[in-house]
């Protein structure tokens, strides 16, 4: 807006006044609260607002609802990687058990066969001895 330099002062009080004028008229022109458009405008307004507030509680109903299922999952899957871990305890202590025992029969089967091989030594060892005395029996006869 440009200024006007040659205005007098009366000039500029009557532009003043105008503009003030021109203000209220403004403002006595905007429609009152009971005005149907103003009630129309509140309705919307407020229609959005529930719309919003719905969509946010949609919202978070699914957020709680993913959570909850994310939750069931995580169960679920502890829960089976402790059935498997049981399940692995179970079949290592069962491995194990089978390890002692087939450790225990073949310590049997050693023994057994350490005994029987003592008795088959010791035996050799009699017959080996008892040809051994023959022999010297034999001798000590073919001199006499």
Known sequence: MSAHKNDTFDE???????????????????PRPDDPAVLERQAAQ???????????????????????????????LAA????RAAEQAARQAEEAAHAAAMEVEQETRAAALDADKKARALALAA??????????????????
Do not use: P
Request: proline residues 0%.
């Open 80 to 83: 089976e990687q402790e059935a």
């Open 127 to 144: 017959e080996q001895k008892a040809l051994r005395d023959a022999r010297y029996a034999a001798r000590k006869a073919r001199r006499r």
């Open 12 to 30: 500029r009080l009557t532009a003043a006044a105008n503009a003030k004028k021109a203000m209220l008229e403004k403002f006595r022109a905007r």
């Open 46 to 76: 407020k229609a959005t607002a529930e719309a919003r507030e719905a969509r946010a509680a949609e919202r978070k109903a699914a957020r709680e609802a993913e959570a909850a299922r994310q939750a069931a999952e995580r169960a679920a």
